[in-house]
């Protein structure tokens, strides 16, 4: 297993993210210092339908992706022939989407001969942390390192021992923090995303008012949300029967459920950190942009914490194109070439 002190040797990777309904692409150096990433969102799109649309995504990334590879590249002050690798997501994600992604990289690779390596989406939001936009983002994870992956499917705790090593503790038996987050808020009457509309509502409200369930889940690492937004639904319910949202107190609900949500993510981070004494966590994935959780993570937890830059929270292609670079200088690439195939439910 190598050391993660050993000196990795330079190179330049291009990734591409698809997954969902972000169409990415960055170039990052060493695996540490994003030289571009552009992120083309479809949130506004998909706000009228209170969720993601697959078909339009997948529609939309064609109509965008070459663009945005290329001003990845402009940015970046490069040309394809000066990178050394494409990295692209092969999933999880929405098949449609992936396959958009997965065949530009493959057109790419093949009229530029260079290597390409199909990266797991859930592996690149824990190579957020290892990466800064301008300049590298203070020290590196130090390894074994617990890993809290939160984020709109997925709410996952990972124990990392070495670089592209992952031993899976436990993960969401339902709803994913961040799925979570869009209901109540579509519950509440809030804006599509959720998670940022919840934490501008929590801001003004009491997180004491509305007494609401943890699933603790006592002898596993896993989460449940479902009992919680089922509990918020009963409140809502309860002080306006004919569920209209400008009769609730929003920002005492939005604050109680935002808190309930820490609290649970929090707490079983803090218990297996203690069992499996890691030295260090990492946190990634959309719902690590949230004030209330990033705020009670340094609070709480005495290791240090690595949390991406905001921009890297969602997601983003310099995430991918970094775990792509450990992979092609470790020689690690079991996935990889223009064989490749998206894997929609591909687990980490």
Request: glycine share 10%.
């Amino acid at each position: 297993m190598m050391s993660p002190r050993k000196k990795l040797g330079p190179a330049r990777i291009l990734g591409i993210e698809t997954s969902c309904d972000e169409t990415a692409a960055a170039v990052v150096e060493d695996g540490r210092l994003a030289l571009s990433n552009v992120v083309a969102s479809q949130a506004e799109m998909h706000a009228k339908y209170g969720g993601v649309f697959p078909e339009i995504a997948s529609r939309q990334h064609i109509k965008v992706i070459d663009s945005v590879v290329k001003e990845a590249l402009s940015q970046a002050h490069l040309e394809l022939a000066d990178i050394d690798a494409i990295a692209v997501t092969r999933g999880p994600g929405l098949p449609g989407s992936l396959v958009v992604g997965l065949n530009m990289a493959k057109g790419l690779a093949l009229g530029s001969r260079k290597p390409l390596y199909g990266i797991n989406h859930l592996e690149g939001h824990l190579y957020s942390a290892w990466v800064g936009l301008g300049e590298v983002n203070g020290n590196p994870p130090q390894f074994p390192l617990l890993a809290l992956i939160v984020s709109g499917g997925h709410t996952e705790l990972v124990l990392m021992k070495d670089h592209l090593s992952y031993q899976r503790l436990g993960g969401t038996l339902d709803d994913a923090a961040g799925e979570a987050f869009d209901k109540v808020a579509r519950l509440l009457g809030l804006a599509y995303p959720g998670g940022p509309s919840i934490q501008k509502a929590a801001e003004s409200g009491n997180p004491a008012a509305f007494s609401l369930p943890r699933a603790w889940l006592p002898g596993t690492w896993d989460f449940s949300f479902s009992g919680l937004k089922t509990a918020v639904l009963h409140q809502i319910r309860a002080l306006a029967p004919d569920e209209d949202p400008s009769k609730l107190p929003t920002a005492d609900l939005a604050a109680s459920f935002q808190e309930a949500v820490v609290d649970v993510l929090v707490g079983k981070t803090q218990k297996a950190l203690d069992e499996f004494g890691a030295k260090e966590v990492l946190v990634a994935g959309g719902v690590s942009a949230n004030k209330a959780l990033r705020t009670r993570l340094q609070a709480d937890l005495k290791v240090p914490v690595h949390l991406p830059p905001l921009a890297l929270c969602t997601d983003n292609a310099a995430m991918i194109a970094a775990a792509g670079y450990y992979r092609h200088s470790l020689k690690r690439a079991p996935f990889s070439g223009l064989e490749m195939d998206i894997e929609p439910g591909w687990a980490l």
